[in-house]
């Protein structure tokens, strides 16, 4: 799907799962900001590396893609684990 715009941000937010595949292992998330944003997880590069961070709280740099839809999706560049949850 083609994007309206692109915008640099910083996003602060919970890492949720946001596909799966047909075993139900996550294939994709989101993050879940504290303005109450969702922001879809692009599967690139360090995208990827979120999936092993479901339910931390996180700070992510990116890139931020409206798509015509009106849902963002972020490319990561950067990002930091902000609180570790060790529960199961």
């Known amino acids: 799907m083609k994007s309206k715009r692109t915008l640099k941000r910083t996003v602060t937010g919970i890492i949720i799962p946001q596909q799966w595949d047909d075993n139900g292992n996550v294939t994709g998330v989101s993050i879940q900001a ?7 997880v692009r599967a690139y590069k360090r ?30 560049n950067q990002f930091e684990i902000l609180e570790h949850n060790n529960t199961v």
């Open 34 to 40: 504290f303005d109450e944003s969702e922001y879809i």
């Open 47 to 76: 995208g990827k590396e979120l999936r092993d961070f479901i339910n931390q709280k996180v700070k992510v740099n990116g890139k931020v893609f409206e798509r015509l839809d009106g849902k963002e999706l972020i490319q990561v």
